[in-house]
């Protein structure tokens, strides 16, 4: 007998950051953070547990996914098989329509679809609030990517006080994001690789958590205001501070390419000139402007003579998981 299901997950891209564990292994946070779940990218997973022993497979986008990527998945699974209270083998069929690896946020969309799906398959009725905590065991963001538009993460003091929860936003109608990618290889420095390096050897470090817990709760507030201008002098402020904590790491290390600092300066320029944009950057050079959706043509023209047409995706608020059997 099989037990089959399907879920439909979206990426989202924090504006208030995250950065930084204290717990490992069930992924707390250092700080809480606050992103927006984007239409453009997403990821569909189907989750088969079958009633018998042995290896589970994984197969991303139609290739079986390498050993360690495998077994990660795998781990997570059993917190799922934990919660059932059986020992089945699955197997799982994920197509990705994100860049892996590139810092757009494509672990965020893939775990909580897999959550998500793995949950159902197996007959849990979990609440949002308890697929968020579960979602967050695989990748931290993916606790926010069950929810669509705005998601507050809370750090929390333990396993079930982290969570996501959604916010209403008078923003929601008329923000968009504007993509630059300026390079979608998979990154030299993984986010978890990075995130250890930042929180062990970064001088910065605490004043980065410090000042981050601080500006969320004015992130929240600018977001349920629908103060757009303060959002985005917040969402750039964010992005910057992080950045620096990881230069002041040892070794230092940096996402940022030609490229990502050219989209970064035009951002500036238009601004000056009077346009509504900010910009953010996360774990990659992938460079992502907040804007009003009136602003997007004006937006294009300009960043396509620098970076080129085919380089810019965009996205508005994107909806919650949806999750289906098979």
Known sequence: ??????????????????WGKRDNDLILPMNGSLSLTLDAFHTTTEVRFVEERGADTVVLNDQPLDASAAAKVSRFLDRVRELKG???????????????????????????????AASQALGLKLSERELSILARKGSGSASRSIFGGFALWQAGHDDQSSYAYPLQS??????????????????????REGMRRTVETSPYYPAWVDDAEQRLGEMKQAVVEGDFTRMGELAEMSAMR???????????????ESGSLQAMQTVRELRAQGHQCYFTMDAGPNVKIITRTSELAVLK????????????????????????NC
């Open 86 to 116: 059986v020992d089945w083998r699955a197997e799982v069929r994920s197509y990705n329509e994100v860049p892996t690896g590139a810092g757009l946020a494509s672990s965020a969309s893939a775990f909580a679809a897999l959550a998500a």
């Open 242 to 256: 992080m950045h620096a904590s990881m230069l002041a790491a040892e070794p230092p290390f940096c996402y940022w």
């Open 1 to 18: 007998m099989a037990h089959h299901a399907r879920a439909k997950a979206h990426t989202n891209i924090a504006l208030s950051k995250y």
């Open 170 to 191: 008078p923003l929601h109608d008329d923000i968009a994001m504007l993509v630059v990618v300026i390079n979608a290889a998979h990154k030299p420095v993984s986010s």
């Open 301 to 324: 023209r300009a960043l396509a003579a620098t970076v080129g047409e085919q380089a810019l995706l965009t996205a508005r608020p994107g909806p919650g998981i949806v999750v289906e």
